[in-house]
């Protein structure tokens, strides 16, 4: 296959302040890293992060939802920070029977802390709306401090490293998970090749490999700890249907649209995706796609 570009964008030429506001915007729309595509569209509450969870339930293996959070050995004392926490998947495991002593959830969203207000009244859990890169937190204040799935949203990926360290004791872990660059790589294969259809030559749905995979994370990682190892995850998902994969890039129907930034048909591109699905699962009962996602636990 040619090699993917990503869709041009051009800038009109125009008075140097103006190019400033402009290169603003753009980044506060970034579809990966931009603050109002973060909290205004792509977290703006959970529905679309449960969405792409959803797909998990056809795991022909079940994975134990403790499986990045294991390594702890949770007995009521700890105080951890879960920076960027969502809609709370690994709060949800920590918080009840007092298996840490606080927890402090931080997420960038209000809109993803009020999915987890419910949790908060039950005791045990604080909710802070802070970024990544500033924690409202002290130095050596926390005993684990993790950042799940998240660091590849952040536009200074070094700096929020710095800040888990800084609020981490000694002695104390961070982790940080994430996914590989070839996660459910067989749904990005036909989104890819759905969106080059519509618009006619070959184009990559959304930009990728993201910033921060379980290739590339160590070496961050590693310049501020000197202990970093990595546990993996790989499931392999079974689909009967392809709903649920149409369901799960509809859920990135705001980013796709951010990235390629021209007209595209999304339910177009939805239509294809399914009738490549249902091919597939009449020809071999059904949609086989793999995850591939890993924890780093850094020292
Ligand atoms: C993919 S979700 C992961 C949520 C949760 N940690 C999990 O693994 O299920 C990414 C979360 O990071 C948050 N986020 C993105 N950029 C952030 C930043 N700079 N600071 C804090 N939170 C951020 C988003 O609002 C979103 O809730």
């Known amino acids: 296959m040619a090699p993917l570009a990503p869709p041009a964008r051009g800038l009109p030429y125009v008075f140097p302040l103006c190019l400033v ?10 579809p990966t890293t931009g603050r109002r595509m973060l909290t205004g569209s792509a977290y703006a509450d959970d529905r679309h992060i449960r969405s792409r969870m959803a797909i998990y ?3 022909e293996t079940a994975a134990d939802p403790r499986w990045r959070t294991s390594v702890i050995p949770w007995d009521g004392t700890q105080i951890v920070a879960d920076v960027g926490c969502g809609n709370g998947f ?3 495991q920590i918080v009840p029977q007092g298996r840490c002593r606080h927890a402090i959830g931080l997420d960038l969203s209000a809109g993803m802390l009020r999915s987890l207000e ?3 009244q039950s005791g045990g859990l604080s909710l802070v709306q802070a970024d990544a890169q500033r924690l409202p937190l002290s130095d050596e204040s926390v ?18 490293i710095r800040e888990l360290r800084r609020i981490t004791k000694r002695g104390g872990t961070v982790l940080a998970s994430t996914n590989s660059s070839v996660h459910l790589a067989e749904i990005h294969d036909l989104l890819d090749a759905a969106v080059s259809s519509q618009l006619d030559r070959p184009v990559q749905a959304l930009p990728g490999p993201n910033s921060f995979t379980t290739q590339s994370g160590a070496a961050i990682l590693s310049q501020e700890f000197s202990s ?7 499931l392999s998902l079974s689909i009967p249907t ?3 994969v149409i369901t799960y890039v509809a859920s990135i129907r705001e980013p796709i649209l951010a990235w390629i930034g021209e007209p595209l048909a999304f339910d177009a591109v939805l239509n294809d995706i399914a009738v490549k699905v249902e091919q597939v699962i009449q020809a071999q009962g059904s949609f086989r796609t793999f995850t591939h996602m890993g924890v780093f636990i850094c020292r």
């Open 21 to 30: 506001w402009f290169a603003g915007r753009v980044s506060d729309d970034d």
């Open 57 to 59: 339930a056809y795991a």
């Open 90 to 92: 690994d709060l949800r």
């Open 118 to 120: 419910d949790l908060r």
């Open 143 to 160: 005993d684990v401090a993790m950042a799940m799935h998240m660091l590849y949203h952040v536009p200074d990926i070094p700096a929020a």
């Open 228 to 234: 970093v190892t990595l546990r993996t995850l790989d």
């Open 242 to 244: 392809a709903q649920p």
